[in-house]
């Protein structure tokens, strides 16, 4: 038998999928979880509960609230929705840059046999390929956001280290997509220093 400690590590974070409703007033529309059944704990503080809500704000960015409904209530309002449904965007913000296919955008006009080939193959090997950082990155941003902002850093070094002279027009995309992020991420951060401490998660 599976202990339940077990059976909650193996469920994936992209597999996460809460059972929740809509339900809409006069004056608010509240996103409802059912937590009742779940193995997860019902708090924000689990990256895997915060993953599903995530998930399911996403569809329903107009929620003025969340509410977590296990034997007790949970309710996060005014600036913990101002924080959630920022990460959602921000999250897929980095799920729309990382759909840039280098191979097919710079070397689609390749003639030579097996050249394309080639160059596909580099570029999926390549660390600095915008889809594996920017998929890498949101996964950070959704677990640890400390973590997030070091890999980021790290991330555009990287970037910037990149040297080969078929790969610059690739690279400079990249850092401008890295530069957009990090002015998206400056206005998050302001928001936590300012408001942040104000927020139950």
Known sequence: ???EDRAIDEISDENVYCNHSV????????????????ALEANLKQKRCMNGV???LNDSLNADTVILSDYAELR???SAMKMLKTLVRLSNELDNLSLRNP???YF?????????????????ACRSNPQIIFPNLK?????????FYLQFCATSRQVQGVSQPDCQSCKKMTEESLVYM??????????LYYEGFRVLI
């Open 139 to 147: 996964k950070l941003l959704l677990e640890d956001i400390e973590k």
């Open 54 to 56: 995530l998930k399911a």
């Open 182 to 191: 990090f002015n998206l991420l400056e206005e998050f951060r302001s928001f």
């Open 23 to 38: 339900e809409t007033t006069m004056v608010e529309m509240r996103l409802v979880f059912d937590c009742k059944e779940c």
């Open 108 to 124: 689609a006009n390749l003639k030579s046999q097996g050249a394309r080939e080639k160059r596909a193959a580099a570029c999926n």
């Open 103 to 105: 191979p097919k955008e």
């Open 1 to 3: 038998m599976v202990s």
């Open 76 to 78: 996060y309002t005014g």
